[in-house]
C-alpha cells in the first residue's frame, strides 16, 4: 500500500494484542527487594499520578484525559485490582493493574516501572506476580498489549513469558504533548510535531465537565 500520511498533530503507533490460554507452570517467586501493594479505591490524582510517572516517558494518557467519573468507575470496579510496587523505603516506583471485568479472561492493563527502574530485572519479578494474581479461579485467558511507543524491550519481554501474538493494529491520536495533556520534553525520543499550548497545565484534560 505504500505510506500513509500522519497529520503532524497526531501520533501513530502499531499494536500487538498478545494472550496466555495455558496457566504457566509453577516456579519460585523471583526474589526482589519491592512489594506488592493492594490500592483499595484510588482517588483519580493518587492514580493518575503514579500512571504518569509510570507510562509519560512511553506516552501512556488515555487515563489522564479521562473525566473523573470515568475513570473512578474502572479503578473503583471491583473485578479491576490496582497494584503499586514499593521499594524498601516505601516510594511507588511500579504499577499493576489487572482487568478481570469480561467473564474468563483477564487483561494486563498496565504493568511498568519509573524509568530509573527500566532494565534492571525488575520486570521479571512483577510479570510473576502479576500471573499468580491474573489465573483465579475459571479464568482460561490472560491477555495484554504493547505498541510500537512502548520500551523497546517491551513486545520480546511478553514473548519471554509465554504471551503469543495474535493480532496487530494501527492507532493514531492526538499526541498528548501537542494538546497539553503531557508536557512538551516528555518522550523525546518521540518527535512532537506540532508547538504545543503555553501554559497548559499537565492535566487540564481530566477536569470533569
Known amino acids: 500500500m505504500g505510506l500513509m ?6 501520533v501513530a503507533t502499531i ?14 517467586m523471583p526474589p526482589s527487594p519491592l512489594r506488592l501493594v493492594r490500592w483499595e479505591r484510588p482517588t483519580p490524582a493518587k492514580y493518575r499520578a503514579l500512571f504518569t510517572r509510570v507510562g509519560a516517558p512511553w506516552l501512556w494518557f488515555s487515563r489522564l484525559v479521562m473525566v473523573d467519573d ?27 493493574e489487572l482487568d478481570h ?12 516501572f519509573v524509568p530509573e527502574l527500566a532494565g534492571k530485572g525488575h520486570g521479571t519479578w512483577l510479570m510473576a506476580e502479576a500471573l499468580m494474581r491474573a489465573w483465579t479461579k475459571g479464568v482460561s485467558r490472560v491477555w495484554v498489549h504493547t505498541c510500537t511507543l512502548d520500551h523497546p524491550a517491551a513486545l520480546p ?40 499550548p503555553n501554559g497548559t497545565s499537565p492535566f487540564s484534560a481530566t477536569v470533569a465537565t
Open 157 to 196: 519481554f511478553y514473548r519471554r513469558h509465554g504471551f503469543v501474538a495474535i493480532g496487530r493494529t494501527v492507532e493514531t491520536f492526538p499526541d498528548p504533548r501537542g494538546t497539553g495533556v503531557l508536557p512538551a520534553d516528555t518522550a523525546p525520543q518521540i518527535p512532537l510535531l506540532v508547538q504545543p
Open 70 to 96: 470515568a475513570l473512578v468507575a474502572i479503578i473503583h470496579d471491583p473485578a479491576v485490582a490496582i497494584f503499586a510496587a514499593v521499594d524498601a523505603a516505601g516510594i511507588e516506583v511500579g504499577m499493576l
Open 5 to 10: 500520511p500522519v497529520a503532524a498533530d497526531q
Open 15 to 28: 499494536v500487538t494484542t498478545l494472550e496466555m490460554r495455558t496457566r504457566p507452570a509453577l516456579r519460585p
Open 101 to 112: 471485568r469480561e467473564a474468563g479472561a483477564c487483561e494486563l492493563g498496565y504493568v511498568g
